[in-house]
């Protein structure tokens, strides 16, 4: 097991997040946004001059925090599939150029105006997520699919048939603790139940290549697309990080815990902003804590 995150917590330049990343010990970036621009649609310069600044640190990009087939993107839009491509075409030889293996990526918006898992948008899903992992294939690289706001992210019955839909070595999750909390679990008949992440975790458990450490308690539904929420430090939220990471360590696990802390910075709410340096403090907090939680759940297993 490594540690990485999303730096782009920490700060807005590379700068930063390497400094960030350096001053917790750790040597990896999960890369999403750099000067706010996902890492994907940089310019080259930019792209070359990143590169630059990670090999003078040693630091590495683990995984590419892309926006492909994310819940903003609808799977009945040509237009929003086209897009999600060429941001993976675009980032599989800069994935090759920086030696990472792992890209996150959904499987589209949640429908809001018809059956989010009718066997007709069910079909045109697996269909075009299909196609980009098959791009994915090709390149040597690995789609993580994140259980966010989209098809996936509706049960973990939908991942699972998702999974089967895809049908790839070259599919994975990216599992994320605090995504369960305030999602609803789309099984049965309405009103729904929210989701558990432990007992979203265990059913998926043998495809996760790739956890995000996030927590947070469920505060009430806004009526758009994520819910309020109170993002806390990983175990003092809904999101059963400790026994999910207890579970994870005594299985052996070799990938990444990559925090992703949404204290400081809301992605989903522009209107909550901090100075920099709070931001930069929280990052680090957030990710010292983790690395406590870790020692404090090795000891009870070596116990």
Partial sequence: MYYSGFADEAGASMDIQIQATVELGWRHIECRNVDWVNLTDVSDDAFNEICQKLEASGVKINCFGSAIANWGKD??????????LESLQRAIPRMQRLGTKLIRGMSFAIARD????SPELERMIFEKVRSLVRVCEQGGVIYVHENCQ??????YQHTLKLIEAVDSP???LAFDTGNPVGSDNHTGNPPYRKQSSWEFYQNVLPYIAHVHIKDCTFLAETGEIFPQLEHTFPGEGSGDVRKIVKDLLGRGYDGALSIEPHLSVVYHDQSVQSPEDIQYANYVEYGSRLMKLVDEVKSELAA
Avoid at 75 to 84: A, H, N, T
Avoid at 114 to 117: A, G, K, N, V, Y
């Fill in 170 to 172: 070259n599919f994975k």
């Fill in 75 to 84: 799977p009945r839009s040509q237009e929003d599939y086209l897009s999600s």
């Fill in 114 to 117: 018809e059956t989010p898992d």
């Fill in 150 to 155: 989209n098809y996936g992210g509706l049960s």
